[in-house]
């Protein structure tokens, strides 16, 4: 069974936030982040997922999530 890893996006409905992040279960991590039990989005709720990158290696998918959190990478 192939394993990948995800850099994914966040939107808040309700205030101008972006939240970037990377797991290697996006359903699951993004049910955390829906039921506010991820400390850095729970003042957030509520989330929409907005964009995901599927990588088949953690490495490039850690490198994909640092770069999107520099000012190069930002929205």
Known sequence: RM????VYILKSLKYNYIYIGYTSN??????????????????????ELIHYEA???Q???KRRERYLKTNKGKL
């Open 3 to 6: 394993r990948f890893y995800y």
């Open 26 to 47: 996006l359903k699951r991590r993004f049910n955390d982040h829906a039921n506010s039990l991820v400390l850095s989005t729970k003042r957030y709720s509520p989330l």
């Open 55 to 57: 990588y088949k290696n």
């Open 59 to 61: 490495k490039d998918a």
